[in-house]
């Protein structure tokens, strides 16, 4: 059947991605609902843009554009990250929810933006056409989602089993590690 074989390779290619190990750092800084809220939002709007615009963002924006709004991106997340809470150690969010949420959805955007899943989606759009774009979107959504349930699930198993402080450095080495990675390849596009 068309959606499992497109869920499954979707689910497959997320597998170990950034955007696993980033939604497992942003469970110390905010609500499972808030990360679950914008990072559905944002699959959905990835999806939605890689199988009925095809290629279009990569021939209107330069990768390396891309890869330098990502790599700020996980940056700023990286220093917020070590911020001191006002409440104590355990509590959760910064913000209300829905700031939240939509701070979620725009890392989550940038980070996927252009990435392998979003070129399994184009690809798939691409290969089944118009006709099974609706499929071909829900698929690539459901496969992308539920890889991405695991890096939250392993967020909230280690919020239970480390200190607040612990998590915040382990979420700071995480961005900082994918925002060196991530300005380094704008750079090489560059060159």
Same mark, same amino acid.
């Given at each position: 059947?068309?959606?499992?074989?497109?869920?499954?390779?979707?689910?497959i290619a997320?597998?170990?991605?950034?955007?696993?190990?980033?939604?497992?750092?942003?469970?110390?800084?905010?609500?499972?609902?808030?990360i679950?809220?914008?990072?559905?939002?944002?699959?959905?709007c990835?999806?939605?843009?890689?199988?009925?615009?095809?290629?279009?963002?990569?021939?209107?924006?330069?990768?390396?554009?891309?890869?330098?709004?990502a790599?700020?991106?996980?940056l700023?997340?990286?220093?917020?990250?070590?911020?001191e809470?006002?409440g104590d150690?355990?509590?959760e969010?910064?913000?209300?929810?829905?700031?939240?949420?939509?701070?979620?959805?725009?890392t989550?955007?940038a980070?996927?933006?252009?990435?392998?899943t979003?070129l399994?989606?184009?690809?798939?759009?691409?290969?089944?056409?118009?006709g099974?774009?609706?499929?071909?979107? /829900? %698929?690539?959504?459901?496969g992308?989602?539920?890889?991405? &349930?695991? #890096?939250?699930? !392993?967020?909230?198993l =280690?919020?239970?089993?480390?200190?607040?402080k612990?998590?915040?450095? /382990? %979420?700071?080495?995480i961005?900082t590690?994918?925002?060196? &990675?991530t #300005?380094?390849? !704008?750079?090489?596009? =560059?060159?």
């Open positions: 059947m068309l959606f499992l074989r497109i869920m499954l390779t979707e689910f997320e597998m170990g991605d950034k955007t696993q190990l980033m939604l497992l750092a942003l469970t110390s800084r905010y609500r499972v609902r808030d679950l809220l914008g990072t559905a939002a944002a699959i959905l990835l999806n939605g843009i890689a199988v009925l615009a095809g290629g279009l963002v990569s021939k209107l924006v330069p990768e390396w554009m891309i890869k330098l709004a790599a700020a991106a996980f700023y997340f990286a220093f917020t990250s070590l911020k809470d006002d150690e355990g509590s969010v910064r913000g209300n929810g829905r700031s939240a949420a939509v701070s979620v959805f725009l989550f955007f980070a996927e933006l252009g990435d392998k979003q399994t989606a184009i690809t798939f759009g691409a290969n089944e056409g118009m099974a774009a609706l499929t071909v979107w /829900l %698929a690539c959504s459901t992308l989602f539920a890889a991405d &349930l695991a #890096g939250v699930a !392993a967020g909230i =280690l919020k239970d089993r480390f200190s607040g612990t998590l915040k450095r /382990l %979420a700071f080495c961005f590690g994918y925002g060196i &990675l #300005g380094y390849q !704008a750079f090489q596009l =560059l060159l």
